[in-house]
């Protein structure tokens, strides 16, 4: 199910910070007509609206009935999803949708038969895949023999405020769930996927703050299907100023270093490679996006991709609640 008209009818569902970013981006995109936001806080449709246009709603389903959208892109909390994705795609509308998809595997399956069975395209907001550095150092990987070892951490600060959701488990799914994600994807898309999984956590040093019901912070070992073996830290008690989104890759015949989505260094026998990447990975995900709607090219971030993930990081959340490893289909 592709668009071939010269413009693309856009909604948003959800007008905070990571809306604002895409819709920012899909503004340079002269084909992307904006026409719609719907969030539960009017006066943030409202405000989102003034500033990259559409008409504000407080309601998706609504803004479902009285738009003719091509797109949607859902850009909610995790605790927030419904049935908007099945609803999109009963409707023939693209979804676009930031990670992560769904707080239980059951949800983010509903999700995955709607837009498989409905033809639709989808997209998971996982951008850590598009930076340069990042699709070069697979491009590397796949020509320098098997891997050995992958070593990934996501170290950062507290996010908002004690009214904010992302400190409550039930609301966030943890940090594991929330924002380590990125690195557990970017170990599946830069190494394979994953056989079995053993976390511990820990709430050791943030204990004065009790409004957190999140772990401060995690180890995961890995060992992925190809037989090699990792291990993912991550930290919400970090220094912000030292924030660190990294991952090291150690194969037969390269040792790569990642940093962030802007450097990468490559180590082989005939020398050393340092990669800057001068691309916009929202910027390239958003465009990809809208020419597979347009037919010219297919989505390399699919929902299942989605469910895949998260069902990775609910493994490794599961694996410390039994104290045993936990295998993964």
Known sequence: ??????????????????????????????????????????????????????????????????????????????????DEVEEAAERGIHVFIEKPIALTLEKAEDMRRAVEESGVISWVGYHFRQAYSIRRCKSILSESGPVGVVLGRWWGGIVGDPKHWWWRRELSGGQIVEQATHIFDLARFLVGDVSRVYTELTKSMLTDIPDLTIEDAAATVLRFKNGAIGVITNTCGANPQAHKVEMDIVARRAHIEIRGTKKATIYRIDGVEDITSLNDPYLDEDLKFIKAIKGEGESEVPISEGVKTLKLTLAALEAYEKTLPIKID
């Open 1 to 82: 199910m592709r668009c071939d008209m010269r413009r693309i009818r856009v909604g948003f569902i959800g007008a905070g910070g990571i809306a604002g970013l895409h819709a920012s981006k899909l503004s340079t995109i002269p084909e992307v007509e904006v026409v719609s936001v719907a969030d539960v806080v009017y006066d943030k449709a409202r405000s989102f609206s003034e500033k990259y246009g559409g008409k504000p709603y407080n309601d998706w389903r609504e803004m479902y009935k009285s738009e003719k959208l091509d797109a949607v892109w859902i850009c909610i909390p995790p605790y927030a999803h419904t």
